[in-house]
């Protein structure tokens, strides 16, 4: 008892002089060789209570609560990857990381026209470590009934982007003015205008609603048809549809001479190459939409965590930090992002006069039943069930018509063993339930280490192999990858 | 298109997208060699990894991966007689006659030097045949039949039954429609997860389909005896000098012979090719199947039929030639029409959309993507060309590799599904994703069902919907979604493709009763 007893403590006392031991590539070697170092002074074989006390050091992890920040940050992008909102989050990160000293870790949370990644970001745990990347379908949500989410749920941080959406049409086009499209609109009811630019109910198809409502047509005077994105939407425009999307997207169709822009739904005239169109506003329309992008906290976000992350913030929107020589401010110029600032009461106050003339519209205009079409949105799955039932039938028929069932090759020299089969979903689900709780690490070790053993690997190699894997998995992923590992009590 | 060449060029030979190939190539000839994992888990576990590389070397590694894994199948298949992937089944009985006659060295040398020659015929496939179907001009109606025919392909060409695969095709395309609709607006079958409004997640679904459910399949028979017994040859005991003790003889004892073997089979290695790449290019249909159909065609046109499953080199040359072809023949239908050929295209196709590459026509016409093309095509010369190293040393090592204990490896590879799910988007929800899927693709493979048109459901599904729909809403009448040409002939091949093999019993029983027999 006594000589495991003092490994324990010698290895223990060489984890004390290194501070967040685990979060360092360099933690694992040392703490590995010292306790190989140790053996090699002893010349006998490793034993077990050594074993167990390397296991538990090795994934405990130190927990050092320091001033905010002391860990890595992670930012929820609700869309995808290569995507507008996507650049201006990494572009961010990158600049926060410098700013605060730790790692800001971007994931993308995608799928559900957003909802999803709003979701993730703003009902997080409310500790400062999960930022949230927030756009305009925030305000959509609740009123397309979509999710219990609004703008309520966010701590407005500040907003670092405003573009204006516009009505564009194909070159050869008959329309050259808001008004004759307009004319052309009102005079053909059975053969509408095709209108495309995002997802049928996206915000796109809002705008367009919006502008609709202000000459007091109904939201299904046109025909929405749903695209992958505004890119797309303006690659496959025809010369009688029309396309109605942010800026940014038609900077380079347009200046190819590929599209016209009939009118920007902006309270101003915007920069080049949108100076020559003129605003909704200016053509008798009363209408403006601007789609932005931000960054909230989850409400009740620690008053130390907020003042710090919007200082943070607020430095790189005014393009006082620097990476290779360049400032946010400087690549939102480049990536053709207009930067418009908002911060803190003011950003909520936009939000929620947003969120009010959004309501308007998609209420009364009972937006969400035109979005859904004519066409039911359960044709397709109805027809996949008759395929379904088809197959099973034809299954069926064939498992009674052919009297000879060709038994499988069955292994005669044993049984499956239903306890081996269990324990993998057993595993999993143990994953899942305890990893947010306990760490990555310590689950993952002891989960590694129940299936090697029970699977007769010898208890002593179970453990080297648990804890090896588990640091070795830990390693590759949060350094390797940047992905954000649960973290629990006792840290990683 | 010289400076095409020239930047797919700069693109690909950097230090590290050749180094993501060696890498690669080492953990594909591991996984193919270790019986009961497949060459489609191998890319199922590799895809988070991806996921953090750029664009070429993502495909670098995906392309690699799957090139040394299907050769790496064939030494199990060998040493043992299980075949480490299925497409090595078709001739693990010959390979395993000949390592019992103590021509182990030769029957995996054969399987290597074929299988390069193979793969590197699919790539000129490849790079000639997928820029001329890029031509076709598609509308979208032409596209929901295509879809519709690349699906049905899927489904009947497995070797299962025909209600089989359309079971797993209808399940396949009815999970791509859980979540937000895109064209309605409205959530379906979110059964008040708000976390499905998006959707199954592609890799989450495909890391459970392929990678839990054969770890499940494999832990159920774990305490059967672990590897049969290896069927090695009394090796000669090695004589002589280091160098050649080391290289000399290991090099004769797996390459004498072989080319001389291929240059007396040209004709037939260029027909296994062929077969080869035409299999790998139809929808759903891989490299498993194309190394049975190379056999049987080998086997009615070979001298000596008799000799087939006893050790025909022949067959094995052939059969080889076919599996490795079929892989780079597989791109051409996931890049020109965005539909997979096979369930690891299937996959590369899914990281590819989440790179934001949109696969189609317009990837061989738009200059900032052609370089990718080529990058493709690169990739899988570099891994055809570090295959025959690495697949050398995979062979010396073999005995090792099929002994690895799977009781350890399970675990570990567990550990490495569980992760994958998660780091996507940090999200626990996909983790039960990945567990519901394992499940369900271990029942499925129980029963029988086969899981590749269960994929392609999965990642077509959304397009064929969306095009379905938008085709439906643009359309005046019902008869517009035939009327084109082009949609016409695709129309006429999915009802030939479905009621083909009825009809052609139909003329037979017709045709036989005049005759009396």
């Known amino acids: ?492 | 298109m010289i400076d095409v060449i020239q930047t797919a060029l700069a693109e690909t030979l950097t230090w590290k997208v050749c180094g993501v190939v060696l890498v690669t190539a080492a953990y594909g000839i591991f996984v193919g060699a270790i019986p009961g994992l497949t060459a489609t888990m191998a890319v199922a576990l590799l895809v988070p990894f991806t996921f953090f590389l750029d664009d070429v070397s993502a495909i670098a590694a995906i392309v690699s991966t799957v090139t040394c894994s299907i050769f790496a199948g064939d030494i199990p298949g060998a040493l043992l007689r299980i075949p480490g992937t299925p497409a090595s089944a078709a001739y693990a009985l010959d390979s395993y006659a000949m390592t019992q006659r103590g021509e182990s060295g030769k029957a995996l040398g054969i399987s290597l030097v074929f299988s390069v020659v193979g793969g590197l015929f699919g790539v000129l496939v490849l790079l000639l045949a997928a820029p001329q179907l890029a031509r076709l001009d598609f509308k979208t109606y032409e596209y929901f039949w295509l879809c519709v025919l690349g699906l049905s392909c899927a489904a009947l060409v497995s070797r299962e039954s025909r209600s089989k695969g359309l079971f797993a095709l209808a399940l396949g395309l009815l999970i791509s429609t859980i979540g937000l609709s895109p064209d309605h607006g409205v959530s379906r079958f979110d059964f008040g997860f708000s976390e499905l409004y998006g959707g199954v997640k592609f890799i989450p679904a495909m890391i459970g389909l392929f990678g839990i459910s054969e770890v499940l399949r494999n832990v159920l028979w774990l305490n059967r005896r672990e590897v049969p017994a290896l069927a090695v040859p009394p090796e000669p005991q090695p004589r002589g000098r280091i160098v050649r003790r080391w290289l000399v003889d290991p090099i004769r004892d797996v390459f004498g012979g072989v080319f001389g073997l291929l240059g007396k089979r040209m004709v037939h290695v260029m027909r296994s090719s062929a077969v080869g790449s035409f299999i790998g290019m139809l929808p759903g249909a891989g490299a498993d199947l194309a190394a049975w159909i190379s056999y049987a065609v080998s086997k009615r046109f070979a001298q000596r039929p008799e000799e087939y499953g006893t050790g025909s080199r022949e067959g094995l040359a052939d059969a080889t030639t076919a599996n490795n072809a079929a892989l780079a023949s597989a791109w051409i239908p996931s890049l020109v029409f965005g539909i997979p050929g096979d369930s690891v295209t299937a996959i590369a196709l899914g990281v590819l959309l989440m790179k934001n590459i949109e696969p189609g026509p317009r990837i061989f016409s738009d200059p900032a993507q052609q370089p990718l093309v080529l990058a493709i095509v690169i990739a899988f010369v570099l891994a055809n060309l570090v295959l025959l190293p690495i697949g050398f040393l995979a062979i010396r090592t073999g005995t090792l590799l099929v002994r690895v204990p799977r009781r350890v490896l399970m675990p570990i590879i567990v550990m490495f599904c569980v992760l994958g799910a998660y780091s996507i988007d940090g999200s626990t929800f996909d983790i039960w994703v990945m567990l519901a899927m394992g499940l369900l693709g271990f029942v499925l493979e129980g029963l029988g069902i086969p899981l590749g048109p269960v994929v392609l459901g999965i990642i077509l599904g959304g397009e064929l919907e969306h095009r379905f729909i938008q085709s439906l809403r643009t359309s005046q009448h019902w008869w517009d979604f035939f009327i084109r040409p082009m949609s016409m002939v695709l129309v006429a091949s999915v009802v030939m493709l479905w009621c083909g093999p009825l009809l052609m019993r139909v003329a037979r029983r017709v045709g036989r009763r005049p005759k009396g027999n």
């Not at chain 1, 002074?41 to 209570?49: I, M, N, Q």
């Not at chain 1, 050092?64 to 572009?91: F, H, K, M, S």
């Not at chain 1, 009461?345 to 959004?358: N, S």
Request: charged residues 15%.
């Open chain 1, 1 to 492: 008892m006594g000589r495991p007893m003092l490994h324990f403590a010698r290895f223990a006392a060489s984890f004390v002089d290194v501070r967040n031991l685990l979060t360092t590539r360099r933690g694992l070697l040392h703490g590995a060789s010292s306790f190989i170092v140790a053996h090699a002074r002893e010349r006998e074989r490793p034993c077990w209570t050594s074993v167990c006390a390397v296991l538990l050091f090795l994934v405990a992890g130190c927990a050092d609560e320091n001033a905010y920040p002391n860990r890595p940050i992670t930012l929820v992008c609700p869309w995808g990857i290569g995507g507008g909102t996507d650049q201006i989050a990494r572009q961010m990160a990158i600049h926060l990381e410098q700013e605060l000293g730790q790692p800001v870790n971007v994931i993308n949370r995608t799928g559900g026209q957003g909802v999803n990644g709003h979701i993730r970001g703003l009902k997080a745990d409310a500790d400062g470590y999960t930022l949230a990347m927030i756009t305009v379908e925030l305000n959509m949500f609740h009123w397309n009934r979509l999710a219990d989410l609004t703008y309520r749920d966010a701590l407005p941080l500040i907003s670092v982007n405003e573009d204006p959406a516009a009505i564009f049409v194909h070159a050869e086009s008959p329309w050259h003015t808001l008004d004759d499209l307009a004319q052309h609109i009102r005079s053909s009811s059975d053969n509408k205008v095709r209108f495309s630019g995002t997802s049928a109910g996206g915000i796109w198809h809002l705008a367009a609603v919006g502008w609709l409502q202000t000459m007091g047509l109904p939201a299904d005077a046109i025909t929405w048809v749903a695209s992958q994105g505004a890119g797309p939407a303006l690659q496959d425009m025809l010369p009688n549809s029309v396309v109605c999307c942010s800026l940014p997207e038609a900077r380079i169709p347009l200046r190819e001479g590929r599209v016209r822009c009939l009118g920007v739904m902006a309270d101003r005239r915007q920069p080049a190459p949108f100076d020559q169109v003129p605003t909704l506003k200016e053509q008798g329309y009363d209408w403006t939409l601007y789609g932005w992008r931000g960054f909230a906290f989850p409400q009740g976000t620690p008053e130390a965590a907020v003042r710090r992350m919007t200082e943070a913030l607020v430095k790189v929107a005014q393009g006082q930090t620097r990476v290779a020589g360049e400032t946010f401010p400087d690549f939102m110029q480049f990536a053709g992002f207009n930067l418009t600032v908002r911060e803190g009461d003011a950003f909520g106050e936009f939000l929620a006069a947003q969120d009010e003339q959004l309501g308007r519209t998609i209420e009364e205009g009972q937006f969400s039943k035109v979005a859904q079409g004519a066409i039911s949105p359960m044709l397709f799955p109805y027809i996949l069930f008759g395929l379904l039932g088809c197959s099973l039938l034809g299954m069926l028929w064939k498992t009674f018509s052919e009297e000879e069932v060709e038994p499988k090759p069955l292994d005669q020299q044993s049984s499956p063993n239903q306890f081996y089969f269990m324990l993998v979903p057993g595993a999993v689900a143990a994953y899942a339930f305890l990893a947010p709780m306990a760490g990555f690490l310590m689950v993952t070790a002891a989960i590694l280490l129940t299936l090697l053993y029970c699977y007769g690997t010898r208890l002593w190699l179970s453990a080297v192999i648990a804890l090896l894997g588990a640091a070795v998995l830990y390693h590759t992923f949060a350094h390797g990858m940047r992905v954000s590992l649960p973290r629990g009590w006792y840290g990683w």
